[in-house]
């Protein structure tokens, strides 16, 4: 697979326009297992909207000040946008944690997902989040098409 010697970086204002969270397995005294999904709008470099799917497990903090809420989370969100010029979508897979009130997370958009404009997108992503409307930078590539090499 040939790759792009030219990344980019694109930065983009995140808002989370609701949070749907359910835990499916917290038994006394044991971290909990939760999962949520919540839609995301894209503002900057990269404009569109998202739906995000994510596992949790709280190891610590208290359920009743989200702020003070410590675990880890996994996975994957559906963007449908455009981003330097090309519109389609793309598929990242997420990882983090949250601890001292900021969800710090890393993703990485999956291989072959994405599509229209987009094909080729490959790249990772970043974010710190300590509210509902925070910033992301996302670097960035196209694989060179080799019919045109």
Partial sequence: MIRSQLRKTATATVTATSWDESHYDAPDGQPALAQAEFPLTYKG????????????????????????????????????????????????????????????????????????DLVGLHGELEAAASDTTYEVTLSYAFEQDPAVH
Avoid: C, K, M, N
């Fill in 45 to 116: 470099d990269l404009v569109g909207e998202s739906t995000t799917r994510l596992l949790l497990v709280y190891t610590g903090g208290d359920p009743a000040e989200p702020a003070s809420l410590v675990g880890d989370y996994v996975g994957f969100e559906r963007i449908t946008g455009t981003l330097d010029g090309r519109t389609g979508s793309f598929v990242v897979r997420h990882q983090g944690r949250h601890e001292g009130g900021v969800a710090r997370t890393t993703g990485r958009i999956v291989a072959d997902s994405a599509t229209g």
